[in-house]
């Protein structure tokens, strides 16, 4: 009779035998979490008309109050834009018509630093997710972005009494580090580098600048939330981060969007500077809506024993190309990338790393996990190039599918460009299925077969979780949960 | 006579189009040891892999009880919450699931409630102590690159920590060094008293069997057993092997 009760327990999603509160919280909160839609208030939102044109490229720069070098380069990058070609190498992007985006919306609220300032449904939306809760635990500080704008900034005093600065990149941009942002913005991920770069450059909005000085360790890391509400939208941030000589720093960033019918579209930028013996982690754990065309650059650059490191999560978006890049300029510097990838129904997500060694005795690592599931599609693709003066290079590339089923797919496309015999370059792809001896181990332990899968799943991508904050490791095994669930 | 645990009916079960156990009944009280014996490819495992659950076999007729409940169709994981085990010949692999979390989640499923984190570290310390196993091993993913002898080990380290009523050991002593097979032996040894839990110990070596108290014993031959005896006939088996059975 015992066990009928519990039987009964068991198969009650209500009632989830998990034990940990948390994971009660998380499974309860979670399924609507990224999917609640704040209707637009027309009268609290300024909306951009739909399509890229000159008018409306100025108009985001006048609206902005853009320096007159800025305008500039918005407008040339508008040229470029039109200039260069979609790619055709990567999945299909024929669903996203620039027509239809609306590059640029706002609330009519300025940024608060303090968050009881910030608009009512705004803040409902960002404590769904957790977010200023997170920062009173676990950050020194928080940015989060609706829409086109930052709605909030605070960094911890304790952190900006260390000389950090923690700001969104607009007030950055007319301020005392104005030459700065010059010297750097779009510097690495140039406008001409692929036709959704030149867009950025046309129309970025928001996003946060990040600059540690010589020496200084922040201990506890900076987030920045994204969340793209409006339907139909572009989301442009650009992230610009400057980690000085033998600096430290972690900084997270979190992504996502309700889902809508219509196409919604990220083509972000995130430029990060590593100095001479620097250190920079960045993790992001992205889960737009799946009708999101993800079409985001990140990019690295490494000076002397620096060292970088990418975490990376991608779960969100109908289709994604997504290849952070390092380029270990100085001699010795180091990056590590650490992603996996979970495609299911309707996703096509095409992701992975790039490591681009020109100093002497650079080192690369690159690991990564992906999952399809219900017909998703996963491709892998990286490249390492060790140029030739990349003496003594060392870069190393470990790549692991698991299908889930027999009608999703999983590719891999590696490529190395080797220009000095004086390299070492190892590679190794292993494609997997669940075995069904394994499901049955775990199952002869009392769990459940969905559990088991689930269990194996998580295992899987372990060398992602395991590199990430408690909180953000939870979730996304929460996440994968989910996914292993629908469809 | 005490009440059944266990109760094999007239079993058959095959691989595909093979037949592999031919008509096996069996009977197993609470707090008995029973030991399956036999030669290679005789059914032994597969008679394990049936009682949990396995869906690599196909149990064509007969029927398995569990106390008063027929169990014969049931999944693995409601076989396990009822209180049986399996102790595997070949334990899998898991990456990324380490041996605590997953012995955690066991207990979890098993008791359908919050395992108190630090009770449970110490039984495992406890636990793992006994079986002379590093503790480094708990927070290790689940079997991976543990040799032969540390895979069996955490098999049983399960056994002691999830506490069943009905546990079957597949082959737990094969291929085990001396050490091993005694560290392993008292950990059943353990479980028996600790339990009284009903044992069926699937082997084709006695060594495993020396300390520890047997009640009965089978003699499984191409799929039937053949003959049931007390425990002398592991002695038998011993001096003469299986030939007088073929």
Not at chain 1, 303 to 325: D, N, Q
Request: proline content about 3%.
């Amino acid at each position: 009779m015992e066990n009928k009760i519990q039987e009964g327990m068991r198969q009650d999603p209500a009632i989830n035998i998990e034990g940990e509160q948390d994971r009660i919280l998380l499974d309860g909160v979670q399924r609507e979490l990224y999917d609640f839609k704040d209707e637009e208030n027309e009268a609290d939102f300024y909306r951009m008309d739909e399509g890229l044109t000159e008018e409306i490229v100025r108009a985001i720069s006048e609206e902005k109050k853009d320096p007159e070098w800025m305008r500039e380069f918005r407008l040339k990058s508008l040229e470029l834009y039109h200039q260069i070609e979609v790619p055709d190498w990567g999945p299909p992007i024929d669903g996203l018509d620039m027509n239809r985006i609306a590059t640029y919306v706002r609330s009519r609220s300025d940024m608060k630093g303090s968050w009881e300032e910030v608009p009512e449904d705004i803040k409902n939306a960002f404590e769904k997710l957790g977010i200023p809760q997170a920062e009173r635990e676990s950050l020194a500080g928080v940015g989060a972005q609706y829409d086109s704008e930052l709605v909030y900034h605070n960094v911890r005093e304790d952190v900006a009494a260390q000389g950090v600065v923690y700001s969104d990149l607009e007030s950055a941009l007319t301020g005392e580090y104005e030459q700065m942002i010059r010297d750097h913005f779009m510097k690495l991920v140039p406008p001409t580098d692929h036709k959704f770069a030149a867009l950025h450059g046309a129309v970025w909005s928001g996003g946060s600048f990040v600059y540690v000085p010589k020496g200084v360790k922040v201990e506890i890391p900076l987030q920045s939330y994204f969340r793209l509400n409006a339907k139909g939208a572009g989301q442009f941030e650009h992230t610009l981060i400057i980690v000085e000589e033998g600096a430290d720093l972690h900084f997270i960033e979190g992504c996502s969007a309700p889902k809508y019918n219509v196409a919604n579209l990220h083509a972000g930028c995130v430029e990060l500077y590593v100095g001479k013996n620097a250190r920079l982690r960045y993790s992001t754990i992205e889960n737009w809506s799946k009708n999101m065309y993800n079409l985001n650059t990140k990019r690295a650059i490494v000076e002397e024993g620096g060292m970088i490191e990418w975490v990376s999560g991608s779960f969100g978006s109908h289709e994604s190309y997504l290849y952070p890049t390092s380029v270990l300029k100085g001699d010795g510097s180091h990056a590590e990338f650490t992603g996996v990838t979970f495609a299911g129904a309707g996703q096509n997500l095409d992701t992975g790393a790039k490591m681009i060694h020109i100093g002497k005795n650079t080192s690369s690592f690159i690991d990564t996990k992906s999952i399809c599931k219900s017909g998703g599609i996963s491709t892998y693709r990286s490249s390492v190039e060790i140029r030739k003066s990349a003496e003594g290079a060392k870069a190393s590339v470990n790549c692991g599918s698991l299908m889930l089923d027999s009608i999703s797919r999983s590719d891999t496309v590696p490529a190395a460009d080797v220009r000095t015999n004086k390299a070492d370059v190892g590679h190794e792809a292993k494609i997997g299925r669940i075995s069904d001896e394994a499901v049955f181990y775990l199952m002869s332990r009392g769990i459940s077969e969905a559990e088991a899968r689930a269990m194996i799943v998580s295992g899987f991508a372990s060398p992602v979780s395991k590199e990430l904050p408690l909180e953000y490791a939870a979730e996304m095994n929460n996440l994968i949960k989910l996914e292993m669930e629908g469809g | 006579m005490a009440e059944k645990l266990i109760r094999i009916e007239n079993i058959r079960a095959s691989v595909g189009e093979e037949e592999i156990l031919k008509d096996v009944s069996l009977q197993i009280a609470p707090g008995e040891t029973h030991v399956l014996m036999g030669p290679n490819g005789a059914g032994k495992s597969t008679l394990g892999n049936v009682l949990m659950g396995s869906p690599v076999y196909q149990v064509t007729s007969g029927k398995i009880f569990f106390g008063e409940d027929e169990i014969t169709k049931e999944s693995a994981d409601k076989r396990a919450q009822r209180g049986m085990f399996l102790s595997f010949q070949n334990p899998l692999e898991v990456p990324g699931l380490s041996l605590d979390e997953f012995i955690r989640n066991a207990l979890r499923q098993k008791t359908g409630k919050p395992i108190k984190i630090f009770q449970f570290k110490k039984q495992l310390a406890e636990a793992m102590e006994l079986l002379g196993m590093d503790e480094s091993y708990a927070s290790r993913d689940l079997n991976v690159g543990f040799s032969g002898g540390e895979k069996k080990k955490a098999e049983i380290l399960q056994l002691l920590m999830l506490q069943p009523e009905f546990a079957i050991l597949d082959e737990t002593d094969s291929g085990l060094d001396v050490d091993a097979v005694r560290m392993v032996s008292k950990g059943i040894e353990e479980y028996q008293k600790r339990q009284e839990g009903a044992l069926l110990i699937i082997t084709h070596s006695t060594r495993i069997l020396e300390s520890l108290k047997v009640d009965y014993t089978h003699i499984i031959v191409k799929g039937k057993i053949v003959k049931t005896g007390g425990p002398e006939l592991v002695d038998q088996i011993n001096e003469n092997g299986f030939e007088a059975f073929l």
